[in-house]
C-alpha cells in the first residue's frame, strides 16, 4: 500500500521527515524515499530500496546531507517515490499512495496528445506519479491539475506536491485513506498515520475530509479545495494493514481489533458454538488485539504458545519471493512448548487470504504437540482482489482460497452465490467452511460477519468500503 508523511517549518525540517516516514514502515516493503528543499541547496531527493533492509539503515547517512525547512518523504510498494518534475507550474516534487488501474490507457492519451516521455521502471511500466506529474501539468494551476488527475484515474490516489514553498496534500476523493495534519509552534505535517508525529511533538490538527485539498507552510494549513462528508473508507485498515495506535475518522485501530473479538465471541455464546479450549491466542501482531477481546468475552484465557521472531524479519512478505516469505514466516515462530503441548488452542487471526502460511502456522502447532487447532478469522471470507488500492500481491482472485473452493464446488456459477459462502449459516458457507478445515487441519473455523465487521468499527455503513468481502464499495 505505502505511506507518506511532510512537513513544513521554520526550522529544519529532515530529521523529524526521517522519523515520521520510519514509522510509516509497516505500510510496505520496497522503496522508500526523501525530497527536501532549501534555499541554499534547491530540490534534493533520495531514493533506496527497503526490500531488504529497513527504511531508517538506508537513509541514516543521506540525513546528514539533506537540509531544508520543507520535506516530504514516503514508503513505496510500488514505484521509486517522491520524483521530480519540471512543467509549467514550476519544479516540484510528487509522491502519492493507492492504485492506477487505466495507468497504460492515460499514457497512451497523454503520449498521442503530445510530446512526452515518462519516467520507467525496468519492467517498462510507467512511474505513476511521473504520470500523475503529467496529468497536473495540463491544468494552469495545482488544484485544477489535481483534480483532473483524480477524476482521470481509475482507482485511488492521495498524493503530495512539495513546492519551494510548502506542501500541497489531496486526499483521494472518495476517502479511502486517510491524510491527518499535525501542528506544533512554527511548524505543519501531514501523514498518513497519526501517530507518526505525536512522537515528534505534534498534535492532531484535524483529518482531511475526502477531495479535500491543503497548503501547508509552517505556519498554516489553508484549504484550496473543499473536501465533502461522503467517504468510503477501507474498513481493511482497521481490521489488518493500520497500526494499532492509529486513528481514523475517531476510530482507534487498537481497540477497534478488540471490540471485534468480544462481537464474535459474544457470536459464539449466543448460538452456543463457543469450543471447549485452553486457551485463545492471536496470530502475531494484528490478531492478537482480535484475540484479547474474544478471551475477555469468552473468559478464556489468554496465552502465547508461540512467539514471533522479529529483530531480523519484522514482516513475513518482506520478500518478494512466495517460497521465500513462507519460508520466513515458518522460521520465525518461535514455540513455547507447555502453552502447546497436549493443549487445545483456538487462535484468532486478521484475516485468511491465500492460506498458504496459515496452513504452515497449523502444521507447526501439530508438530510440537497440539492437540486441536481452532481458527477464527477477524474478518470475512475475502471474496475480491481490491481493486482500489495496491494492497494485494494476488494476480488472479482463484489465488483467494475462499474463491479457489467455490470455483471448485461450482466454477463461474459460483459467483451467484458468493453472499451464501459469506454466511455460516447457510449451507454453502458450512460447505466452505468445512472444506478450508480439512485443506489447513482446523478443528473448527469460523469467520467474523461483515455486519459484526461494521459494528466493530462503529462508523455507518455507507462510510466503509467492504468491497474485498461483499463486492460493494
Partial sequence: MGGFFGLVSHSDAVNDVFFGTDYHSHLGTRRGGMVAYSNEKGFQRSIHSIENSPFRTKFEDDIATMEGNICIGCISDTDPQPILLRSKLGVYAVCSIGIINNDDALRNEIMAAQSTSFEVMSSGKVNWSSLIGALIAEKDSFVEGIRFAQDKIEGTISLLVLTNDGIIAARDKNGRLPIIIGKKDGAYCCSFESFAFQKLGYTTYRELLPGEIVKITADSCETL??????????????????????????????????????????????????????????????????AIGYSNRSHIPFARPFIKYTPTWPRSFMPQNQKIRNQVAKMKLIPVHELIEGKRLLFVDDSIVRGTQMRETVEFLYENGAKEVHMRSACPPIMYGCKYLNFSRSTSELDLIARKIIDEFEGEEGKKYITEYSDGTTERGRRLRDEICRRLKLTSLEFQSLPGTVEAVGLDRCKLCTYCWDGKQ
Fill in 225 to 290: 479545495s473543499p473536501g465533502h462528508a461522503e467517504m468510503n473508507i477501507c474498513t481493511f485498515l482497521w481490521t489488518y494493514y493500520g497500526y494499532p495506535n492509529s486513528v481514523y475518522e475517531g476510530v482507534t485501530v487498537e481497540t477497534m481489533r478488540t471490540r471485534n473479538g468480544e462481537i464474535m465471541a459474544e457470536y459464539e455464546i449466543k448460538n452456543g458454538t463457543l469450543p471447549d479450549v485452553d486457551y485463545v491466542c492471536g496470530i502475531p501482531d494484528s490478531g492478537i488485539p482480535h
